[in-house]
Structures are given as C-alpha cells and as structure tokens.
C-alpha cells in the first residue's frame, strides 16, 4: 500500500506542478501581449522568446534540446520507479517539482518551437526566466541539498 501511495503522490504532485507551470505560462503570454506591465526594484514582467537553454547555451537546438530534457525525464522517472521504497515523500514532492519544470519548457519548445520567458531581475544581471526555471533550480537545489545531507550522517 505504501508503494502505491507514493506513487499516487509522486504523479499527483507532478500533474499538479505541470499544470501551474504551463497555466501560469500561458496567462502571462496573453496578459504581457494585452500590454500588462509590472516593474518595480526586483523585477520587470517582460515577453522573451527563448530557443536555447539557460543562459541563452545551445541556442537555435531545439532538437537537442528536446532529446536531452526527454532524456532527463525518462531517466528520473526510471530512478523513482526502482527506488521508490527507499524515497521519502519530501524527496518525491522536490523530484516531482524538477520534473514537471522540465516539462513545463519541453512542452513548449515542442509545441511553440522555443520557452516563453518573462521574469526579468532589476537588481543584478540575470537571464529572462521562468515559472517552470524557477520548479527546476528549486528542485536540483534541494535535491542536492537533502544528498549531500544523507551522505554525511
């Protein structure tokens, strides 16, 4: 029972975050293009089209691009499915969050051709990001952060 709850977990979690993702994507594309504006000292809502990766890497490789996040995600969710005894619940939310933010950007570079970004930081020099940029570094994030917490207990 426990293996089938978590696993209810694991996809309930990842369908939840695919889904504000792409929503929260899709609402700011139509409200920026109805002219929506928002700046203050942090950041500026803005509309950028990205073709490549984060920090503008690999721009103009969609294909690759898309073979590598497909591959991300076919390898996470390989792992989750072997390991998914030892995996606590916390591990599970984080690992969901980083995978429905890879495929939040897969997702639209297959169906637009490039990412819709729109956070611009006001207070330092930073790449045009995202809801589903946000999901991927919180999640690799913590994720390290719990195994390099595990391994030295």
């Known amino acids: 029972m426990e293996k089938v709850s978590k696993y209810l977990y694991f996809l309930v979690s990842f369908v939840l975050f695919v889904w504000a993702t792409l929503w929260t994507s899709g609402f700011l594309a139509e409200e920026v293009a109805r002219g929506l504006k928002i700046s203050n000292p942090?950041?500026?809502?803005?509309?950028?089209?990205?073709?490549?990766?984060?920090?503008?890497?690999?721009?103009?490789?969609?294909?690759?691009?898309?073979?590598l996040a497909a591959a991300a995600l076919t390898l996470i969710f390989l792992y989750v499915i072997k390991n998914i005894f030892t995996l606590s619940f916390k591990y599970l939310f984080f690992t969901a969050l980083l995978c429905a933010g890879i495929f939040?950007?897969?997702?639209?570079?297959?169906?637009?051709?490039?990412?819709?970004?729109f956070f611009e930081l006001n207070f330092i020099n930073f790449p045009v990001f995202n809801v589903a940029d946000i999901m991927i570094n919180i999640g690799v994030i913590t994720l390290v952060i719990m195994i390099l917490?595990?391994?030295?207990?």
Do not use: W
Request: overall charge positive.
């Open 42 to 67: 942090v950041f500026t809502l803005t509309s950028v089209q990205n073709s490549g990766a984060a920090f503008s890497l690999m721009q103009n490789m969609r294909e690759v691009l898309i073979i």
């Open 104 to 117: 939040g950007n897969l997702h639209e570079r297959i169906q637009l051709g490039y990412v819709r970004d």
């Open 149 to 153: 917490v595990r391994k030295t207990k």
